[in-house]
């Protein structure tokens, strides 16, 4: 526990106290959040560039030797998921892999607070892997529950996005079982003709729990009647698993020119029951979007 603090401490001087000095690097042990017995760790260090701005620099290793080689997930090496403890803000952002196995990014947050930060990737050999990290940035405000709560508290099918409408057909999941769940993307009122794929999927969906911080990632198929090959799920606990429909092999990637209808399954598995935000990319044109959904999980 003390060495928790500790680190904790010296984090919040490294991104948000001004009595470090600016270039002063804080270092974190990745929280292994996958199933079994963990084949790798993972270390990050952040190195403050401004009350908002820090240097990460992310590495996985087994035992003492640095893993320098990845697979691609989804046109990419890594997927970084960056929430703001309140949930009011998101990020996807991509690290890039360096030769001696570190990925490296600057990373730039919106406003001071804690962010919760996901690293997912897939070591060569070794499978899926999921990370934690808490960072703080800036002069991290005083917690408020209740508005947090309130603002989660408030659930609606339907969620707007420039000239987009993304609406769900439920905000209902079951807990630990697998649930459909159909988006419609319209555009100025009409099913949305100009939408292509982002990274590969025809969306992606990254589900936060409340009360675990249980991570689900998932991607969405094009139409109806399709099922979504695999979702990444991983809660605090060390909770996590890989879905898929029987008999399905991994999602085939499409290209950017592919056309992506305006009707998407999303096949959600929840952890545990309790409340999750949403936050659905999809894009339309040649622009990103993100619509954000509450639901429940019973």
Not at 150 to 168: E, F, N, W
Request: hydrophobic share 45%; aromatic share 8%.
């Amino acid at each position: 526990m003390m060495r928790r603090f500790a680190a904790a401490l010296a984090g919040l001087l490294a991104l948000g106290g001004s009595a470090a000095p600016a270039n002063a690097p804080a270092r974190y042990a990745g929280a292994f959040a996958l199933p079994g017995a963990p084949h790798e760790s993972a270390e990050l260090q952040a190195t403050r560039l401004g009350p908002l701005q820090a240097r990460l620099d992310l590495w996985e290793s087994v035992g003492a030797r640095t893993i320098a080689s990845y697979d691609l997930d989804m046109t990419e090496r890594m997927h970084m998921i960056v929430v703001s403890d309140d949930f009011s803000r998101f990020l996807h952002v991509h690290p890039q892999l360096a030769p001696d196995g570190h990925f490296r990014i600057v990373l730039r947050v919106p406003k001071p607070g804690r962010y919760y930060v996901f690293a997912d990737a897939e070591p060569h050999g070794l499978g899926q892997a999921v990370f934690r990290f808490a960072l703080p940035f800036g002069r991290p405000p005083i917690a408020t529950p209740i508005a947090q709560a309130r603002m989660l508290a408030i659930g609606r099918r339907t969620s707007r996005a420039g000239p987009y409408t993304v609406t769900l057909s439920s905000l209902e999941l079951t807990a630990g079982k697998p649930k459909l769940l159909l988006a419609h993307v319209t555009k100025n009122g009409k099913p949305a003709p100009d939408l292509h794929p982002y990274l590969g999927g025809a969306a992606h969906a990254v589900f936060i729990s409340l009360k675990t911080l249980a991570y689900v990632h998932v991607h969405p198929m094009s139409g109806t009647g399709a099922s979504p090959a695999s979702a990444k799920s991983c809660d605090a606990n060390g909770m996590a698993g890989m879905s898929g429909m029987p008999g399905m092999g991994e999602m085939r990637e499409l290209p950017d020119s592919a056309s992506v209808a305006p009707d998407m399954t999303l096949r959600v598995v929840a952890p545990a029951a309790g409340i999750y935000k949403l936050w659905l990319q999809f894009r339309g044109g040649s622009r990103l979007y993100v619509t954000p959904f509450i639901l429940t999980a019973r």
